[in-house]
T-cell receptor
Framework: DAGITQSPRHKVTETGTPVTLRCHQT?????MYWYRQDPGHGLRLIHY???????DKGEVSDGYSVSRSKTEDFLLTLESATSSQTSVYFC??????????????FGPGTRLTVL | ELKVEQNPLFLSMQEGKNYTIYCNYS?????LYWYRQDPGKSLESLFV?????AVKQEGRLMASLDTKARLSTLHITAAVHDLSATYFC?????????FGTGTSLTVIP
């Protein structure tokens, strides 16, 4: 357990509504990630952050935005949710050390359904 | 763009048998990770492989890395039902992880 929580854990929303998912960590890790998991695709990176206010896009960033105003929180926003964004969303933190030991640890996930 | 391919995608095996899951990737990387995921759960870290020739073992699972062949294997010895899960490999490249599509393993009594 790397002290990662996600909220909400489950959400059902309607097409066109904004949605924000929250990832919270308690151990001051610099790197945080948002992934989505869909059958047949494994995990795909949406956005990641390498520090407060420092973020970058991943493979499937269209339709998503992120913010990181403090170390412990990384927010993922769907500006106008679509049915194709129905998925399970995982947050992860990365351990980083001088030994290049970059293992990622994952939060419990958020199941989002867009009707 | 880095591609990570796992095979097989689905594996049904009898208890007591041995099998290997393969993870191929398309570009040079010295760092590869294996994860396990149970249905409805998050990903759990299994192995971290940080150099060519690295081998790690935990119980009935053994992982290895051949960076020259861009190949990692996850070998299962004498499978038991508790190993039923989905297994993912992930390659570390430039701050990002690239995941394979996963291997769904079912161990049949």
């Amino acid at each position: 357990d790397a002290g990662i929580t996600q909220s909400p854990r489950h959400k059902v929303t309607e097409t066109g509504t904004p949605v924000t998912l929250r990832c919270h960590q308690t151990e001051n890790h610099r790197y945080m990630y948002w992934y989505r998991q869909d059958p047949g695709h494994g995990l795909r990176l949406i956005h990641y952050s390498y520090g407060v206010k420092d973020t970058d896009k991943g493979e499937v960033s269209d339709g998503y935005s992120v913010s990181r105003s403090k170390t412990e929180d990384f927010l993922l926003t769907l500006e106008s949710a679509t049915s194709s964004q129905t998925s399970v969303y995982f947050c992860a933190i990365r351990l980083a050390s001088g030994a290049s030991y970059n293992e990622q640890f994952f939060g419990p996930g958020t199941r989002l359904t867009v009707l | 763009e880095l591609k990570v391919e796992q095979n097989p995608l689905f594996l049904s095996m009898q208890e007591g048998k041995n099998y290997t899951i393969y993870c191929n990737y398309s570009t040079t990387s010295d760092r590869l990770y294996w994860y396990r995921q149970d249905p409805g759960k998050s990903l759990e870290s299994l192995f971290v492989l940080l150099s060519n020739g690295a081998v790690k073992q935990e119980g009935r699972l053994m992982a290895s890395l051949d960076t020259k062949a861009r190949l990692s294997t996850l070998h299962i010895t004498a499978a038991v039902h508790d190993l039923s899960a989905t297994y993912f490999c992930a390659v570390d490249m430039a701050d990002q992880f690239y995941f394979g599509t996963g291997t769904s393993l079912t161990v049949i009594p």
